[in-house]
C-alpha cells in the first residue's frame, strides 16, 4: 500500500504490519497523538533509527518509512534477511503527526506542527487560503503598472521577470492565492506562516534564538515530538546510525554542515563518504555534505538539524535524504549538482528555460495536470485576479501519486544498505591451550565483521559516547580466572570500511579482530564460556571444554 496517509489510516497499516514488528510508542505529540515507533529485531542488536516527516509537509519521507516497514515485514529476500536476522531498525515513521494532519486535511502548508509561533499576532498582510477552492494554495496574479514580472509568448503560464527595458505590459503583481487582513489598497506583502516552528532547528545543536534563526523553538528540545526524539536516540546505545527522511532534492546529505570536510576526522568522512557512494549506486541520488549542498557563500549563520546533532553529539553515522526531485525528472541540474549557491547565481534566462522544462515534464508524464494554468477570479479585495500555477503539495513537495513508490524504493534501499553496514561482532576461534597443571590459556579470537568500526565513528570515541568491546568468561564450579578479572575490555575494532589506502605502499588492513588471552585454574573437562559484547557491535558467545 502507497499513499498520502492520514493519521489514522497510517497507524491501522502499522498495526497490521506483522512480520516480527514491534509497534511502540516514541512519545505524545502537543495535540496529543502518539508518534509511532517500530522496531524490528530486539534492543540489544546492531541497530540504526529511521526517522521521517519531521516537516509536516514532507509526507513522502512516512510513505517511504511505512514501505520499509513492510519490506521488513513481509519480503524473504536475502538483502532483507540479512538485516532482520543480525540487525535491528527502528523506525518513526511520522514525527510531526499532528503537522501533517493538518497538510492532509487542509489547503495549508506548514513547517512542522500547528502551533502559534514565534509570534501570533503580526502585521497586515496577505494570508494564504485557498479562494477558489481547488482544495490548493496556488499563486495569484494582476495586472498592475508596479508589476515585477511578465507573461512570455513561449508558454502562456510561464511568468518571467520584467527586464530593465520592459516598457510594454501588462505586467502583473504575483502572491500566493489569498486574502489581505486590514486591506488598505497597497499590495502588502505575505504574512509569513503562523505555524513558524521547525523541528529540524529545535534540537542541541547549534541552537540559536529566533533572530537568528527562524523556527528553533523557545530552546532547545522545547517540543514534545523533538525531546522524545532526543531521549530515544540517547538510551539507544545499540544505535550506529540516523537516517532522516525529507523532501526535496533528490540528495543524500551527510554532515558536515560547515567548516568543510577538514571539520570531520578524515576517517568519519571516508565512511560517511562511502557509504553516501553506495547509496547513489542504489538511488541514483549524489551524496553531498549538507555545507557542499547548501553553501550560499553568505554569511548566513550555518543551521543544524537533528542529523548534525547525532553525528556531533551521539558519535552516529547519520544522514538527511531529501526524496523527490522533479527537476531532474525535468532534466535541470538542481541544489544536489550545483548547491544552492549555484541555483541563485543562474541567470533570468536559465530560469526561464528550467521553468519551461518543468511545464513540458507536467505536459508529457501527468498530462498537464500538476500545473493549473491561469484562471481568471474576483478577488473580494482586489477585484479581477488570476489564480494557477503548480500543485504545491503533490508535485513540488511531494511526487504525484504514480511516482511516490520509486521514491519509497530508493529511501528502502539507502535504509538496508546502512543497517547492513552497521558494526557486528562475532566470535572466532576459542582454544585452550595447557600452560601447566590445571592451567589453561584461553585464547578468544574477536571479530568485527561490518563495514564500520565498533564505535560506528571516530567522533563517538573522541565524544566518550561508546564503549569498548568487552570479553567475559563464565566458569564452571571450581575454576577461576588467575591473571586478572573474567570480564575484560579489548578496545575498539574496526570495520572493514576502515582501511585505508594512500598513494603509496600497499593496500592497507583495517584493525578488525583481535585475540584476547585469559589464564584459567580449571578442572579438566570443564566448560567454559565466553561472551563478547560491545553496546554497538551486539554481542556473540562460544564455549571451549578444557581437555
Ligand atoms: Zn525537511
Not at 179 to 185: L, Q, V
Not at 228 to 257: D, K, M, Q, W, Y
Not at 314 to 319: D, F, H, T
Amino acid at each position: 500500500m502507497t499513499g498520502y496517509l492520514r493519521y489514522a489510516e497510517l497507524m491501522a497499516a502499522l498495526h497490521d504490519l506483522g512480520g516480527g514488528a514491534r509497534l511502540m510508542r516514541l512519545g505524545v505529540s502537543r495535540q496529543g497523538r502518539d508518534i509511532p515507533l517500530v522496531a524490528f529485531g530486539p534492543d540489544d542488536r546492531p541497530a540504526i533509527l529511521v526517522e521521517a516527516n519531521t516537516h509536516a509537509g514532507e509526507v513522502t519521507g512516512s510513505a517511504a518509512a511505512l514501505a520499509l516497514c513492510q519490506r521488513l515485514a513481509a519480503q524473504a529476500d536475502p538483502e532483507v534477511v540479512t538485516v532482520r536476522d543480525s540487525r535491528t531498525v527502528y523506525i518513526v515513521p511520522r514525527l510531526a503527526v499532528d503537522g501533517a494532519e493538518v497538510y492532509l486535511s487542509s489547503p495549508g502548508m506548514l513547517r512542522s506542527a500547528p502551533v502559534p509561533y514565534p509570534d501570533p499576532d503580526q502585521p497586515p498582510g496577505l494570508d494564504p487560503e485557498d479562494l477558489d477552492g481547488d482544495g490548493l494554495i496556488r499563486l495569484m496574479r494582476r495586472v498592475d503598472p508596479l508589476g515585477e514580472w511578465r507573461g512570455d509568448p513561449r508558454d502562456p503560464r510561464l511568468l518571467v521577470r520584467r527586464r530593465p527595458d520592459d516598457r510594454q505590459g501588462p505586467f502583473y503583481r504575483v502572491t500566493p492565492e489569498g486574502r489581505y487582513r486590514d486591506f488598505d489598497g497597497r499590495a502588502l506583502p505575505p504574512r509569513s506562516s503562523p505555524f513558524g516552528l521547525d523541528f529540524n532547528r529545535n534540537y542541541p545543536v547549534q541552537w540559536k534564538p529566533e533572530a537568528t534563526q527562524p523556527g528553533g523553538g523557545g530552546y532547545p528540545l522545547s517540543q514534545p515530538e523533538t525531546r522524545a526524539l532526543a531521549e530515544f536516540v540517547a538510551a539507544r546505545s545499540n544505535l550506529s546510525a540516523l537516517l532522516s527522511l525529507h523532501t526535496t532534492g533528490g540528495v543524500i546529505l551527510r554532515p558536515p554542515a560547515e567548516g568543510g570536510d577538514d571539520a570531520l576526522p578524515e576517517l568519519d568522512r571516508a565512511l560517511l563518504q562511502g557509504i553516501g557512494d553506495a547509496g547513489e549506486r542504489l538511488t541514483t541520488f549524489p551524496c553531498r555534505s549538507t555545507e557542499q549542498a547548501f553553501n550560499t557563500g553568505s554569511s548566513r549563520p550555518t543551521v543544524k538539524g537533528v542529523d548534525d546533532w547525532a553525528y556531533e553529539h551521539r558519535g552516529l553515522i547519520a544522514y538527511t535524504m531529501e526524496l523527490w526531485d522533479l527537476d531532474a525528472r525535468a532534466g535541470i541540474a538542481g541544489y544536489a549538482q550545483v548547491g544552492v549557491g549555484g541555483l541563485l547565481k543562474r541567470r533570468e534566462e536559465e530560469l526561464a528555460a528550467d521553468e519551461l522544462a518543468r511545464l513540458r515534464w507536467n505536459d508529457q508524464v501527468l498530462g498537464g495536470a500538476g500545473y493549473m494554468p491561469w484562471q481568471p477570479f474576483d478577488h473580494p479585495q482586489l477585484g479581477p485576479v488570476e489564480i494557477g500555477g503548480w500543485d504545491p503539495k503533490f508535485v513540488r513537495q511531494n511526487p504525484p501519486l504514480p511516482l511516490l513508490g520509486e521514491e519509497c524504493q530508493r529511501a528502502v534501499e539507502f535504509a538496508l544498505c546502512l543497517a547492513a553496514a552497521t558494526p557486528r561482532l562475532a566470535l572466532g576461534a576459542v582454544h585452550a591451550q595447557g600452560v601447566g597443571p590445571g592451567t589453561w590459556r584461553v585464547r578468544v579470537h574477536v571479530r568485527n565483521e561490518g563495514y564500520l568500526p565498533t564505535s560506528a565513528t571516530r567522533r563517538a570515541v573522541d565524544a566518550g559516547v561508546s564503549r569498548p568491546v568487552k570479553v567475559a568468561l563464565s566458569l564452571p564450579p571450581g575454576a577461576t580466572v588467575v591473571d586478572g578479572p573474567a570480564e575484560r575490555e579489548i578496545g575498539e575494532l574496526d570495520g572493514y570500511g576502515c582501511a585505508r589506502t594512500g598513494p603509496w605502499g600497499p593496500p592497507a588492513q583495517a584493525d578488525s579482530e583481535r585475540w584476547a588471552d585469559f589464564v584459567v585454574a580449571c578442572p579438566a573437562g570443564g566448560r567454559v564460556r565466553v561472551e563478547v559484547h560491545h553496546p554497538r557491535g551486539g554481542s556473540a558467545m562460544g564455549e571451549v571444554i578444557v581437555p
